[in-house]
């Protein structure tokens, strides 16, 4: 398979993802510019994170606004998978092709350290292989994580089950001292109504190699691979 | 030109976390009469001096402000009163 990585001025784990996808898990990988206005011929698209324009005016709005984003949403409307890690979650916000908006951590501090999550929906491309209510471990790394959303979208999403990760303990179990920056209902990962976006604040492309303490970033990654597989699908194809 | 001068802030009971460490910095200078602390971001456009409002409402709506988080004001010396904006829903 071939998947698009995007850098914007200031995206700083573009060439991670570039690794895993190239090195660890054998994928072509086309490197796609925020200038860039085409995605043909790939057929999965992966938004870094990083700090995009500097977090100027808010974290992702700029970048949102970029040429390459046409391409992307275009793509996102036909069906294509896309994930969006970190600041790459925070631009999809802010381009509006997820739902709700990042404030900063509660207690205002950089976060920076391995977290629990849960899966809470394998309904999506990136977490169809996945089971409902499996643990992964993952690291995050942000001061911009504090996840929000009015109260009718939540009940929304939540009925249209777009909540994909939530944070929890080791158990699978929710609690506040185990969400990191203070996300409402510790939602840490959600995707759109189709399931081909997804956005997650934790990293895991910084978890896909059992050497750096955790290897379940990887399934993310090969969940998609098998769904596109599996589905032979083109850009343009749908998901479900 | 006309300057114009946009304020921007978090919806009331949206969390500031921002504005919760300003008050705690103004109690630990030993402040006891301030109750609240918001923080926003201030915003200047130079424009033509006949843009129309709802130009300035748009960028305010689609661009500058968030409008699921935050809420605006638009100081237009040419409009009075003060053009407050929030997108509801």
Request: glycine residues 10%; hydrophobic residues 40%.
């Amino acid at each position: 398979m071939r998947f698009g990585v995007v850098t914007f001025p200031g995206s700083n784990c573009d060439q991670d993802c570039v690794y895993v996808l190239r090195s660890v898990l054998g994928q072509d990988v086309d490197a796609v510019w925020h200038e860039d206005r085409s995605l043909d011929g790939l057929d999965a698209i992966v938004l870094p994170g990083g700090f995009a324009h500097g977090d100027y005016l808010r974290a992702g709005a700029i970048a949102a606004r970029a040429p390459v984003m046409s391409a992307v949403g275009a793509f996102a409307r036909a069906g294509g998978p896309v994930l969006g890690i970190c600041n790459g979650f925070q631009v999809l916000l802010e381009a509006g092709l997820l739902p709700g908006a990042m404030l900063r951590n509660q207690g205002l501090r950089f976060r920076c350290l391995p977290v629990f999550l849960r899966v809470e929906s394998t309904d999506t491309a990136w977490t169809k292989t996945l089971r409902e209510g499996q643990v992964l471990q993952l690291p995050i790394a942000h001061g911009e994580g504090n996840y929000f959303a009015p109260e009718p979208l939540l009940a929304t999403m939540e009925d249209e089950h777009q909540v994909v990760f939530r944070y929890c303990d080791a158990d699978g179990r929710l609690a506040s001292s185990a969400n990191p920056n203070g996300s409402v209902r510790h939602i840490a990962g959600v995707c759109n109504p189709a399931g081909n976006v997804v956005g997650l604040m934790p990293h895991p492309e910084r978890a896909s190699e059992s050497v750096l303490g955790s290897a379940d970033g990887r399934l993310l990654f090969e969940s998609v691979l098998s769904v596109l597989s599996t589905r032979r699908m083109s850009p343009a194809g749908a998901l479900r | 030109m006309t300057t114009i001068r946009i304020t921007i802030t978090l919806k009331p009971g949206v969390l500031d976390a921002q504005g919760q460490a300003v008050l705690q910095g103004l109690r630990t200078l030993g402040d006891d009469q301030v109750s609240a602390v918001r923080v926003g971001r201030y915003i200047e456009l130079t424009v033509p001096d006949g843009i129309k409002g709802t130009d300035l409402d748009q960028m305010c709506e689609r661009f500058l402000a968030n409008p699921l988080l935050e809420e605006w004001r638009i100081d237009d010396p040419r409009r009075t009163p003060l053009s407050i904006g929030e997108r509801t829903g």
